[in-house]
């Protein structure tokens, strides 16, 4: 039945429009082919930060000099956290997914600006290529931390201006796919589909797209003024000049920490999605969900000087930045009560997007849980830029965010390319992926704890054996990644038909072929269910 | 797990120990429940699912209970926190100048030093500027750290206890040598403090930077 109609239709790879071959798709302004187009860039970076976070492990097997000097450790950590935060992570999940399934998801034919939407892409390119550039330019790759902390970011030899304006323009991609998103949301949802009939996917794209608008523009400016003040010495941040560095610290976490959020939500949204699916039940809680998509959006708002707690600020400061950082928790324990809830008398099938997101809420927790002890303040000051952190973030954004981006992948694969993938062995680089992502960052747990610094080089004998282990376990994950991307690319290329909706799900994007034709949908559905409607009484 | 070097840090050590301990409750409690759930309710077990939409007063519980559990967590860490950030009565004053990518200590009889000593059972403040960028006065066995920040004094308070050398590190970022910007603090008996003050600058040390470039450490010598 599902693939009676598939022989009438067109679908959007093959459709013909105004341009041929390469120009069909730089010059397009479908949704679809923009979506992918950021998933061939994205995952490209993806595996230069990757690369770059493989060497830096093996740098780390032995104190000292092992494979690079300390000039090129430093500057290997800045691209790593410059690469993946702002060309991988914080436009990933929704620049690929989001732009490919929010208007299928809403019943739309496009989004409401499809020009701006390529834009966008265009100014997510040159921004990575600025950034890129600025490996092979004058003064050499940035060493600054992607934190380019004043006023070691003025005083440096290498190259700063140009990665920071990559940024800025990255910046400026982010805030226009988030007005697109917002007003895609407001004004071409389908007819019946009121906001509390959209998937969840949808509302952690409407929670981001806000920060994207609200909160990017205070790094913009940011940014300007530590250029400005790398030209012209203005004494804006600079103590030499008059200036306060501590001014600097404020202005770039009021940005950066709401990006934090721009980054975990929309990958929150996607689990929203794959657990109804797979448990063939209704979500546990929508509206709490929902709820606190805007929640963790708001108060996230207010934590960001939990960066700066020992960097001297008041002790009123720190009492309220404490006391917000550890209620920001309580919506995200929300969000995971729920989805377990949701499994709760289901009928579940372990599919291997439901792998993914089981050990997303297994790394996420450890993630988010470890976030207390560095909220507290007597912990704190231990642990602030130590090795914890480093464990800490990456359970939350690799653990979070990334395991997720695998999950949404293998979940909206067979509707973005209308082909399936080997599913037995997507299964087996679970454990694998497991294995090597506790190693590699759980030992940065303890060796934080015992007092590693971050963002060292050389370290004290002492700490050896925990490096050896984490670096071990850097190979086996990343082992994990690889033969997971092959069994995808594989399957892109001879992996058999994918049907229009293989794991049962009920949001609209299952409605239609796989892959969908050039305008999504012969005929606008009309919207009478919640999103997750299989039977049974709904709430009202 | 405890770290006796000094009260503050025992301390440090039952908060971390409370909140580690509530998160693995909390982990264990989440993960069995979610694979449970999965075995439970396989598609064979229960091929029917039921459509459960929610549960206010469950929503309402698992608000309520992690909202006492985290703020009972701020209060206990801010609380300890608290007494670092007290300077006590007669507390000694130390003087610590970091640059890249070394310390210097100056003690208020004038002499300076290149390593730290500080006397068993005295608070001492100690008063951190740096020279360039920003820094960061990490003590790791005394779980306490402070930013070093360019155009300001920041300070912190210790009470060494326990006799004994201990790591002082960077941990703020601040360049190529960042790694190396290590020395030593050693918690001597009073007597040996004021034996030791009443000494000659000793301008020496042995931390890990010397160690890399001992060439620098012979040129001192001469």
């Known amino acids: 039945m599902e693939n009676a109609d598939t022989a009438s239709y067109v679908d959007f790879y093959h459709a013909e429009g105004k341009h041929k071959g390469i120009l069909s798709w730089l010059l397009t302004t479908d949704h679809k082919r923009i979506g992918l187009m950021y998933m061939c860039s994205m995952m490209t970076f993806m ?111 290498t190259d700063v201006i140009l990665p920071l304006l990559a940024a800025f323009i990255l910046g400026f991609s982010s805030i226009i796919t988030g007005i697109n998103f917002v007003t895609t949301i407001h004004r071409m949802r389908a007819p019946g589909m009121g906001f509390f009939k959209m998937p969840l996917f949808v509302w952690s794209l409407y929670a981001t797209a806000w920060i994207q608008i609200i909160a990017t523009p205070i790094i913009g400016i940011t940014i300007i003024l530590v250029i400005i003040e790398r030209l012209f010495q203005m004494g804006i941040f600079d103590p030499a000049l008059g200036g306060d560095p501590l001014l600097f610290q404020h202005l770039f976490w009021i940005y950066s920490h709401p990006a934090v959020y721009i980054m975990i939500l929309p990958a929150m949204g996607a689990v929203s999605e794959i657990i109804p699916t797979f448990a063939k039940r209704t979500i546990f809680g929508y509206k709490a969900i929902a709820y606190s998509s805007l929640a963790i959006a708001f108060i996230g708002y207010f934590v960001w000087a939990h960066h700066m707690f020992t960097s001297g600020i008041s002790e009123t400061s720190r009492f309220i930045f404490s006391l917000l950082t550890f209620l920001v928790a309580i919506p995200s324990g929300v969000k995971v009560f729920n989805w377990v809830a949701t499994l709760y008398k289901g009928s579940i099938t372990p599919g291997v997007p439901l792998l993914f997101v089981m050990l997303f809420v297994f790394l996420f927790s450890i993630g988010g849980l470890t976030g207390l002890v560095l909220g507290s303040l007597a912990t704190n000051a231990h642990l602030h830029d130590t090795y914890f952190v480093v464990a800490h973030f990456h359970y939350v954004m690799f653990g979070g965010t990334v395991m997720i981006f695998f999950g949404a992948l293998h979940y909206w694969f067979p509707k973005m390319f209308g082909k399936m993938y080997n599913e037995k062995i997507a299964k087996w680089t679970i454990p694998v992926i497991f294995v090597g992502f506790n190693m590699l960052y759980f030992t940065m747990f303890i060796l934080g704890y015992e007092g590693m610094p971050r963002r060292y080089w050389d370290y004290l004998p002492k700490y050896q054996t925990l490096h050896v282990i984490s670096t071990v376990g850097s190979w086996i994950l990343v082992t994990g990644i690889i033969i997971m991307l092959v ?49 049974g009484e709904e709430e009202k | 797990m405890f770290n006796d070097a000094t009260n503050y840090a025992q301390q440090v050590d039952e908060v971390m120990l409370f909140i580690v301990i509530s998160s693995v409750i909390l982990l264990l409690i989440v993960t069995v429940a979610m694979i449970y759930f999965v075995i439970r309710y396989n598609k064979k077990r229960n091929p029917v699912a039921s459509q459960i939409s929610g549960n206010t007063k469950l929503e309402v519980f698992w608000i309520a209970i992690p909202t006492v559990l985290v703020l009972f967590m701020f209060y206990f860490g801010y609380a300890i926190f608290h007494e670092s950030r007290v300077v006590p009565k007669g507390a000694l004053i130390v003087k610590v100048v970091g640059r890249m990518w070394e310390w210097k200590f100056e003690y208020n009889n004038g002499k300076d030093s290149k390593e730290l000593y500080l006397p068993s059972g005295k608070p001492v403040k100690l008063e951190l500027t740096t020279l360039d960028v920003n820094h ?87």
């Not at chain 1, 001879?494 to 949908?521: C, D, H, I, Q, R």
């Not at chain 2, 402070?146 to 060494?160: F, H, K, Q, S, T």
């Not at chain 2, 040598?177 to 603090?185: A, N, P, Q, R």
Request: charged share 15%.
């Open chain 1, 47 to 157: 595996l230069i930060g990757m690369t770059l976070g493989v060497l830096m492990k093996i740098e780390m097997l032995t104190p000292g000099k092992t494979i690079v000097s300390a000039q090129t450790y430093n500057a290997m950590f800045t691209l790593h956290g410059l690469i993946m935060i702002f060309l991988f992570i914080i436009p990933g999940l929704p620049a690929i997914f989001g732009n490919f399934m929010l208007p299928l998801q809403i019943g739309a034919r496009d989004v409401a600006f499809p020009r701006l939407n390529l834009l966008s892409w265009y100014f997510y390119m040159t921004g990575g290529i600025f950034a890129i550039l600025s490996l092979f330019l004058r003064g050499g790759p940035i060493d600054t931390g992607w934190t380019f902390y004043i006023p070691y970011s003025i005083r440096t030899g």
């Open chain 1, 487 to 535: 069994n995808l690319i594989n399957g892109l290329r001879k992996g058999p038909k994918a049907p229009m909706n293989p794991w049962g799900g009920k949001t609209l994007e299952w409605t239609v072929p796989s892959p969908p034709p050039v305008y999504n949908f012969e005929e606008i559905p009309v919207i009478t269910h919640g999103p997750y409607y299989y039977g």
């Open chain 2, 136 to 222: 960061s006065f990490y003590i790791p066995a005394f779980r306490i750290k402070e930013d070093v920040v360019a155009g300001r004094e920041n300070y912190m308070v210790v009470l060494p206890q326990k006799l004994g050398t201990y790591d002082i590190v960077c941990a703020q970022y601040c360049g190529f040598h960042h790694s190396l910007m290590h020395t030593y603090l050693h918690v001597v008996s009073n007597d040996d403090f004021m034996k030791w003050l009443g000494t000659k600058d000793s301008l020496e040390s042995n931390n890990r930077f010397q160690e890399y470039y001992p060439v620098k450490k012979l040129l001192a010598k001469n």
